[in-house]
């Protein structure tokens, strides 16, 4: 019965992101500005879902167009509200309700610039407001610098309202308990608290926060929930604190990697995003970003100095000092250091890729090897098979691009240049050096390049009196004096 009730979803949460975020002096809404290699409305939608509501509500309001479209690409489930002037965050909330019409129940309200707040203190807070028998359910933390917060003036256990700064008297502002802003209303409540709503304060506008008295004043019980990790409540006003939160939360997502078996070598330069996934015995070294939906197998180390975007990572891979993205970089292989993989690039099994390669729609088999100085683009490369140095799969020709492929065990000299579209069998060698524009058979070798020439006694003759010919003249006085390499032409 209990637990039957402690897992009911709500009602509705309703995300306020319907402000200018001026401080931010930014043409990107404030709530579309990335932490964690998620929007802040986005991180503020994912932890909003462990609700399970049945209705998710964002207010949106300044630079809407940008917010609407950046939605409906994350979060087709959300109902969109519009605010249409910036009048408060009591007038958001109408806003968001209007959305709701007769709704009953518990709604949740949240903003869209708390990137920190954990699923799982919003689920504490909707059991305490039920465990409490509240109306309204505030959550409230103790900051080390309160400035700028609704402070929460408490009566009892029970809050009598909150006063904004710019409101407060000398008392007040010495709280330090403030409001986080992320509340539980039951519906009925907030939908009274709404209509009575004045703009009677200092800065004119509609105060979602006056709903705590008005609730209070019609005999309703108001709660508060103080947490300790005040961290989760603190918002993003400008950008010192974007970076600031964004550190804090790379911090956590480490900590839970941690937590999880895998050794981060140096946490102050490692950036994990929050959609990254990482196996136990993962070895992350110095100066690597891990982002979008990357995932990492068991016993593979990454970095120092790697990038790596939406890269599938094998067990036991050594990537170093690479840069990556919509990449596979299978189990056992070797990468790096100084390679850069485009998307469309996938190594099998015990592959190699080192200095200065880069891949792009680039298919390489088991235990191939491209050691160096390469660039693979549109290419197939079989199993076994070795990419001499240098080797340019020259994959366009001006107005189209074409794949070129090399077999099994199939060797290519360095230097070569494969014209796409080319193909060279399994089992097949191609010279040194070569321009390789005709298929090449298996077992076959292909040699594509001018015929050597060499000039007798050019140097004596052209370049008289140099450093050259001197040496040359010793070179063949000694050999003409030994008689051993003078014999011949
Ligand atoms: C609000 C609270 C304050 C609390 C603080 C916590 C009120 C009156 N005050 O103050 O008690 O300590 O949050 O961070 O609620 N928004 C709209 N439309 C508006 C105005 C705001 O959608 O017209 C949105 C903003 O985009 C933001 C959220 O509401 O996501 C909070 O707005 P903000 O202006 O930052 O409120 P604070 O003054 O910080
Ligand atoms: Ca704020």
Known sequence: MVDQDAQRSV??????????????????????????????????????????????????????????????????????????????TGDAVRSGM??????????????????????????????AHRADGNAVTVLTSVVPDPTGYGRVVRDGDEVARIVEQRDASDAELALTEINSGIYVFDAA??????????????QGELYLTDVVAHARAAGRRVGARLIVDHLQTEGVNDR??????????????????????????????????AGVDLAEDVTLLPNTSLEGAT?????ATIGPDTTLIDVEVGENARVLRTQAELA?????????????????????????VGAFVEMKKAVIGEGAKVPHLTYCGDAVV????????????????????????????????SDSVLV????????????????????????????????????????????????????????????QGTGEMGSGE
């Open 11 to 88: 009602a509705a949460v309703v995300i306020m992101a319907a402000g200018a975020g001026t401080r931010m002096k930014s043409a990107v809404p404030k709530v579309l500005h990335r932490i964690a290699g998620r929007s802040m409305v986005g991180l503020a939608i994912d932890t909003a879902d462990a609700l399970s509501p049945e209705h998710l509500v964002v207010v949106v309001g300044h630079q809407r167009d940008q917010v609407t479209a950046h939605l409906a690409e994350i979060a087709p489930h959300v109902t969109i509200a519009v605010q249409e002037q910036p009048l408060g």
């Open 98 to 127: 209007a959305a709701l019409p007769g709704i009953t129940g518990e709604v949740v309200v949240t903003s869209g610039d708390v990137p920190l707040l954990a699923p799982e203190t919003l689920v504490e807070l909707v059991a």
């Open 189 to 202: 409540t907030l939908a009274e608290g709404l209509e009575a709503l004045e703009p009677k304060n200092a």
């Open 240 to 273: 010192v604190q974007l970076a600031e939160r964004a550190a804090e939360l790379n911090r956590r997502i480490l900590v839970h990697w941690m937590t999880e078996g895998v050794t981060v070598l140096d946490p102050a330069t490692t950036w994990v995003h």
């Open 295 to 299: 995932s990492v197998a068991r016993g």
């Open 328 to 352: 596979v970089i299978g189990p056992d292989t070797t990468v790096g250091p100084f390679t850069y993989l485009r998307p469309g690039t996938d190594l099998s099994a015990k592959a190699h």
């Open 382 to 413: 079989g199993a076994g098979s070795n990419i001499g140095a240098g080797t340019i799969f020259a994959n366009y020709d001006g107005i189209s691009k074409s794949t070129s492929t090399v077999g099994e065990h199939s060797f290519v000299g």
């Open 420 to 479: 796409a579209p080319v193909h060279i069998a399994d089992g097949a060698y191609v010279a040194a050096g070569s321009t390789i524009t005709v298929d090449v058979g298996p077992g076959d070798l292909a040699v594509s390049r001018g015929q050597q020439r060499n000039i007798k006694g050019w140097v004596s003759r052209k370049r008289p009196g140099t450093r050259t010919a001197e040496a040359a003249a010793a070179a063949l006085h000694e050999t």
